[in-house]
T-cell receptor, first 116, second 116 residues
Framework: GAVVSQHPSRVICKSGTSVKIECRSLDFQATTMFWYRQFPKKSLMLMATSNEGSKATYEQGVEKDKFLINHASLTLSTLTVTSAHPEDSSFYIC????????????FGSGTRLTVV | AQTVTQSQPEMSVQEAETVTLSCTYDTSESDYYLFWYKQPPSRQMILVIRQEAYKQQNATENRFSVNFQKAAKSFSLKISDSQLGDAAMYFCASYPYLQGAQKLVFGQGTRLTINP
């Protein structure tokens, strides 16, 4: 149990276009999901906390107009990278916390975004 | 705010030997959770072990065990009988039990290599 599905796993887009990444909790309801960004050989950096039915909470330094987060249902959160640029290329990971994992966080498999 | 520090960027161990990964943290919270996550080359984050700060007994999961020293704010991971499949990035992480959005804070990571 406690599976988080994230897709796409890889995406290549052109500069200036927008890309949407989906994060779904498959067998539990997630009122809160988290979006991380990971640079090569680096740790996970929290970008924002996604709250079902309300606005996301962004970490300091993260552009909310660049990284749009929508959490319209208890099982789906989306991250849209708007007007993507090469510097947005990175690995993005979502996660959710659930009682079924004894308060541990379950992570999606990540999305590798390449902006060309 | 919580901070997590892993001072060993890389570690290596011979197969079947024991290795210990270090982690220290700083928090003003009275109760919190501590975790070790493994990130293999697939980049899927996998929960290795968790520890509730209010529990004095060190957590164990098969070949994985922790040495939790609350007063020293230390949370090291011991891997016994190392196997080739243990090779990965290991991240120490924490979050407060009750406060706010319960954001998971990661350390910088330790890359573990298993030598056959």
């Amino acid at each position: 149990g406690a599976v988080v599905s994230q897709h796409p796993s890889r995406v290549i887009c052109k500069s200036g276009t927008s890309v949407k990444i989906e994060c779904r909790s498959l067998d539990f309801q997630a009122t809160t999901m988290f979006w991380y960004r990971q640079f090569p050989k680096k740790s996970l950096m929290l970008m924002a906390t996604s709250n079902e039915g309300s606005k996301a909470t962004y970490e300091q330094g993260v552009e909310k107009d660049k990284f749009l987060i929508n959490h319209a249902s208890l099982t789906l959160s989306t991250l849209t990278v708007t007007s993507a640029h090469p510097e947005d290329s990175s690995f993005y990971i979502c996660s959710a916390r659930t009682l079924s994992t004894n308060y541990g966080y379950t992570f999606g498999s990540g999305t590798r975004l390449t902006v060309v | 705010a919580q901070t997590v520090t892993q001072s060993q960027p890389e570690m290596s161990v011979q197969e079947a030997e024991t290795v210990t990964l270090s982690c220290t943290y700083d928090t003003s919270e009275s109760d919190y959770y501590l975790f070790w996550y493994k990130q293999p080359p697939s980049r899927q984050m996998i929960l290795v072990i968790r520890q509730e700060a209010y529990k004095q007994q060190n957590a164990t999961e098969n070949r994985f065990s922790v040495n939790f020293q609350k007063a020293a704010k230390s949370f090291s991971l011991k891997i016994s009988d190392s196997q080739l499949g243990d090779a990965a990035m290991y991240f120490c992480a924490s979050y407060p039990y009750l406060q706010g959005a319960q954001k998971l804070v990661f350390g910088q990571g330790t890359r573990l290599t298993i030598n056959p």
